[in-house]
């Protein structure tokens, strides 16, 4: 099921980024709430991602104890931001941030699978710490500012929250596994 | 002429008297059995009102430790959507005037807020018996998890309780997020 939305979303994303291409779209526009809702779509479904595959791959409980508390409250803030993008009657858009984040999470998701064990873990976790970071600055930088309505923008807010305690928590778990 | 009518009246009379008997027999008869039917009734429906009045009354002295003549008084907080809180609430309105009495003992319901990613407040003290309700104000699942208790995942929005029955103090976390860590103290 999310394989082939994921699919989907690609060709789909392929096909509007030949478009844009041709276009050479003004360089980093503010995203509108449209966008700004599919960004947050799109972070999330790839941290989740990202936590499915740590749940198949590793064999150390804590880092399995983490990604299946990506799994949680990243589907957790994807079901939130999809019940709200229908109440209040937006249909999310790709923009460039949000394909760089797909992209990007597709390149990273590939290099997870070719890796085992200790080595795995390690990775996984760096990623998680600097996935985190980056998602948190598109929070605090693009998103929170350039929100318009205010349902969105008090979603936002209140995911920010989350990322700086999964991002602290990795960060533990980073400490730890360097032992 | 004169016989016939004679024994006519006669006959009125005989006549009348046997209905008159009869009747009397009749009622005391449906006096006897009516009196079986209105006392058995009576005396199973006080056996379920009383059998009602010991279920409350044994419910709410486990649930709220016992203590009988207390009128649970849910001090300063909103009393849950449940069945026995009428019974509750009733005790509760009826003795408002000494509410300042029955207040230093009653056992109380106290509110521990997980938002943002932290329990709010950090360390709560109670008293032995007072029970603390954790409610998730977040979007993310939490837990209330110690050694001695475990609320299991509580969903966005929904809330949890625990009584604690004994003095002590129990720190806490979220099992979820390994940052979350708190404290209730019950005196």
Known sequence: ????IALVVTTA?????????????????????????????????????????AVKKT???????????????????????????????????????????ESNGHKELATLKAMHGAEFDKAYVDNEVSYHEAVIGVL??????????????????????IFVSHLEHAKELQKSLNK | MSQPTLQRNRQGVDYGEEQNVQKLQAASRRERRDGGITIKPF???????????????????????????????????????????????????????????????????????????????????????????????DITPHTATSATFDSGSIASDASWRHTFTEAGSFPYKCTFHPDMKAEVIAK
Do not use: C
């Open chain 1, 59 to 101: 064999k150390n409980a804590e880092v399995k104890a983490f990604a299946e508390t990506m799994i949680r409250d990243h589907t957790a803030v994807n079901d939130k931001a999809a019940a709200l993008a229908k109440k209040i009657s937006l249909t999310p858009e790709a923009s460039d941030t949000s394909k760089s984040l």
């Open chain 1, 140 to 161: 605090d930088k693009t998103l929170i500012p350039n929100a318009k309505n205010a349902d969105l923008k008090a979603l936002l807010e209140s995911g920010k929250p």
């Open chain 2, 43 to 137: 005396s199973l429906w006080m056996l379920v009102i009383w059998g009602l009045v010991f279920f409350f009354a044994g419910f709410f002295s486990v649930r709220h430790g016992a203590d009988f003549t207390a009128t649970n008084l849910d001090r300063g907080s909103p009393p849950p959507a449940q069945s026995t809180q009428a019974v509750q609430t009733g005790t509760a309105s009826a003795s408002a005037v000494d509410s300042t009495v029955a207040d230093a003992n009653a056992p109380v319901v106290a509110h521990v807020a997980m938002k943002n990613m932290k329990f709010s407040p950090a360390t709560i003290e109670i008293k032995k018996g007072d029970t603390v309700e954790w409610t998730n104000d």
């Open chain 1, 13 to 53: 994303v392929l096909a509007v980024f030949t478009t844009a291409h041709a276009q050479t779209s003004g360089a980093a526009a503010p995203p509108n709430d449209a966008q700004i809702a599919q960004i947050v779509l799109t972070a999330d479904t790839v941290d989740v991602d990202y936590g499915k595959l």
């Open chain 1, 1 to 4: 099921m999310l394989k082939s």
